[in-house]
């Protein structure tokens, strides 16, 4: 599968090259668009009934669909550290060792961050002459180590957490908000959000950005932009003109603001006529944060719970990869991807390999995106420290289940609201390793029917299963954590306004 993989993208490599001998090949452009605890739910090519992403179910029409894709990690943090390293969140230390299978983000406070070993997408991109841009969200680190400039990117429009706050610029700083190394402001400050109303203008100026870039980059050099946008998160927000408009309420006016900026972006590429230079793909970080829903959250659609848990409304996202002229429109691709997948493909992409001196969890899906290939793989469902189960074609194993402590759940924090399953969304940590609760997802998408330990299905399903497990945990070597400790001391309020010079204030 290597070997075809290989073939595969160096003639899709040599492919974009110019005929002429004296024309240096060049790669494609990559715009990878990840939103902020979208859910599968959400799209109207996914079934939601409001039908209120008329841009993304055009996009899904016009390439390819891929309705078993996950994410490293149910929550924002190890999610995006692996999207940009290709390994899990175990592997490359976006975890905490401070209790079992908790999961852990990057607060102000905390003092970890990507460490300097771990090898990010755009860092390797700059060997095929890339120029990187994220805009928005970047969450892996605030202190000066971790900024984005200081690990392949060129350029960065964003803040380095979520928009939380107010706060009382005291005991806590608003988030700020930079460009490249110079803070520009803060939110609730200098960049407004109306908690009351959800109003907000932050997804236009995303958007600007990523047009300025697209059209300064356009016939240049190739070009990387990570356009991470968190408008679904809550607090969700959305701009004047959307807010009001959908059936769904404040979550559903962010999303239609989405998709309306997929669109400009999509149509900017072929007004520019570099679409069938640039490849696209859509997803999101992890489930829709059903704690925060209705009005604050979004839809896993039949699938069991959301963010934060490891059943499947916490870790399949919506995926939409879309490349006119290389990708066949129309087509919904049943390989099982994950977002650590698109740092090796992207490699491919730009005609690179990823690193030989590590474990890469992420494989190369060109030629399912391209040829239609099913490539066998298992996907590891992971929260903190702990493998808590394990899909192999359509079968689920759960080796662990749990949802959140009873203390949370008597305070009215639930993250399956409405989907209570006896024995499976427990609220204590329980152990299946000896037996795994098994379900078969195409029968049984909703985790509600656990297949019978006594059946002979049960049984041969496992026999595949478990050397499967146990040859991935020879290979699990842990990383350091990131995440473990929090120290105040590591926030710094500088009280000056934008336009000064804050080159060096990189630490919130």
Known sequence: MATVAMVLGLSLFLGWASLGAEAEPRPPNIVLLLMDDMGWGDLGVFGEPSKETPHLDQMAAEGMLFPNFYTANPLCSPSRAALLTGRLPIRNGFYTTNAHARNAYTPQEIVGGIPDSEFLLPELLKKAGYVNKIVGKWHLGHRPQF???????????????????????????????????????????????????????????????????????????????????????????????????????????????????????????????????????????????????????????????????????????????????????????????????????????????????????????????????????????????????????????????????????????????????????????????????LFHLGRDPGEKYPISFSSLEYQNVLLKIFPIVEEHKKTMIPAEPQLNVCNLAVMTCLMKRPGMNRKFDFQI
């Open 147 to 437: 900024h984005p400039l200081k690990h392949g990117f060129d350029e960065w429009f964003g803040a380095p957490n979520c928009h939380f706050g107010p706060y009382d610029n005291k005991a806590r700083p608003n988030i700020p908000v930079y460009r490249n190394w110079e803070m520009v402001g803060r939110f609730f400050e200098d960049f407004p959000i109306n908690l009351k109303t959800g109003e907000a203008n932050l997804t236009q100026i995303y958007l600007q950005e990523a047009v300025d870039f697209i059209k300064q980059q356009a016939h240049q050099q190739p070009f990387f932009l990570y356009w991470a946008v968190d408008a679904t998160h809550a607090p969700v927000y959305a701009s004047k003109s959307f807010l009001g408009t959908s059936q769904r309420g404040r979550y559903g006016d962010a999303v239609r603001e989405i998709d309306d900026c997929v669109g400009k972006i999509l149509k900017l590429l072929q007004d520019l006529g570099i679409q069938e230079n640039t490849f696209v793909f859509f997803t999101s970080d992890n489930g829709a944060a059903l704690i925060s829903a209705p009005i604050q959250g979004g839809s896993n659609g039949p699938f069991l719970c959301g963010k934060q848990t490891t059943f499947e409304g916490g870790m399949r996202e919506p995926a939409i990869a879309w490349w006119p002229g290389h990708i066949p429109a129309g087509r919904v691709s049943h390989q099982l991807g994950n977002v650590m997948d698109l740092f090796t493909t992207s490699l491919s992409l730009a005609g690179l390999k990823p690193p030989s001196d590590r474990e890469i969890d992420g494989i190369d899906l060109l030629p399912a995106i391209v040829r239609g290939e099913l490539i066998d793989r298992p996907i590891f469902y992971y929260r903190g420290n702990e493998m808590m189960a394990v899909r192999v074609g359509q079968y689920k194993a759960h080796y662990w289940t749990w949802s959140n402590s009873w203390e949370q759940f008597s305070q009215g924090i639930d993250f399956c609201p409405g989907q209570n399953i006896s024995g499976v969304t427990t609220h204590s940590q329980e152990e299946h390793t000896k037996l795994p609760l």
